[in-house]
């Protein structure tokens, strides 16, 4: 446990709209939120949820840990399952981290708009059958990274593709 606190303290990529763009919580936990400021939308089942980034996110590290919404301390990244397993190092873990962050920065020279408004507009011109070739270095940038964060850090149902490895998007 002591391991996953430092490598989640040092990450932040659940709470920072790398893997999601919302998040969904229990009603429980919506006053305590809407009383510190978080922007809160009903959702169809009685909960409800937030955009991220998380406004309650400051770097890497969370202002409320101690306190947070049910959704994000139930959630266990694949890197972290495997940290708490024992069949990764901290240091292999810590390194995948370094990894995103490594691609988020190389996308960066290229483009100056945060990873998520990159993957909205890579998303909005796949929907739209934009031209490939115009498009060329924004999809190599941005498949790249949905698949790093596929492999490590999103969950079966929470990756865009069925297999990071294949290159059928999941549906």
């Not at 909005?124 to 490590?152: F, K, P, Q």
């Not at 969950?155 to 294949?166: H, L, M, N, T, W």
């Amino acid at each position: 446990m002591v391991l996953a606190a430092g490598l989640c303290a040092n990450c932040g990529l659940c709470c920072d709209g790398s893997l999601f763009g919302t998040v969904e919580i229990v009603e429980e936990d919506a006053d305590r939120l809407h009383d510190l400021g978080v922007v809160l939308t009903p959702c169809e089942d009685d909960n409800y949820d937030f955009d991220q980034p998380c406004p309650m996110l400051k770097g890497t590290r969370c202002t409320i840990y101690a306190q947070r919404p049910e959704t994000c301390s139930d959630f266990r990244c694949p890197t972290l399952r495997e940290l708490d397993a024992g069949e990764i190092a901290l240091d292999v873990a810590q390194a995948r981290v370094a990894t995103v962050r490594a691609m988020f920065a190389d996308l960066a020279k290229h483009d100056p708009r945060s990873y998520q408004q990159l993957r909205a507009q890579w998303a909005d011109d796949r929907l739209a059958g934009a031209d490939a070739m115009a498009t060329a270095l924004l999809n190599l940038g941005i498949e790249s990274i949905n698949r790093y964060l596929d492999r490590h850090f999103r969950r079966g149902e929470e990756r865009v593709y069925a297999d990071p490895d294949d290159l059928k998007i999941s549906s």
